[in-house]
């Protein structure tokens, strides 16, 4: 697993996915900044959430402090060739996404699901013929938590 302690990690996107990043990387003795390029008001629990949980955060545009970290985790929502991605690129520091995150914070096995069509019934299918076949197991992503909040609970069972 990642050692995240006291490591400056900028998140970007506070939709689901980079709410549960910045929140996990905080549990991980992490120095986590969430960055979001829209205003707070499409976000109206996040930012609270945030300042309850002690994560520095910005909403409507990121700031030059975005790029002082030693890593990056981008929103699934977030354009792989948006300002803000460009520029960190330029600038070295390193990306993952979210479900990158998650995948290296999962201690168990992973069944991953890509393509154009059908992602969410193939995902629904192989979780109810887990359930069915009692083998425990959690469904996560686009279809309901995000896999990052999934890995880490797999941390502790």
């Known amino acids: 697993m990642m050692d995240l302690a006291g490591k400056k990690i900028s998140v970007i996107g506070a939709a689901r ?13 992490a120095d986590v900044f969430l960055s979001e390029l829209n205003s707070a008001d499409k976000f109206p629990k996040a ?28 929103s699934p929502g ?7 991605l460009n520029q960190a690129s330029e600038k070295n520091i390193k990306i993952i996404s979210e479900l990158e995150l998650g ?8 069944i991953a699901i890509t393509g154009s069509n059908g992602k969410t019934t193939t995902t629904s299918l192989i979780g109810e013929i887990f359930r069915q076949a ?13 896999f ?8 502790y069972t």
């Open 47 to 74: 930012s609270s959430l945030l300042t309850k949980r002690n994560i520095k955060h910005e909403f409507g545009g990121h700031s030059k402090q975005v790029f002082d970290c030693q890593l990056i985790v981008v």
């Open 17 to 29: 996915s980079g709410l549960a990043s910045a929140i996990v990387l905080s549990e991980l003795g």
């Open 148 to 155: 990052v909040s999934v890995a880490r609970e797999m941390l």
């Open 78 to 84: 977030v354009p792989a060739d948006s300002d803000v």
């Open 103 to 110: 995948f290296q914070l999962c201690d168990g096995k992973i």
């Open 134 to 146: 009692n083998i425990s197991s959690e469904v996560a992503g686009n279809i309901g938590k995000p």
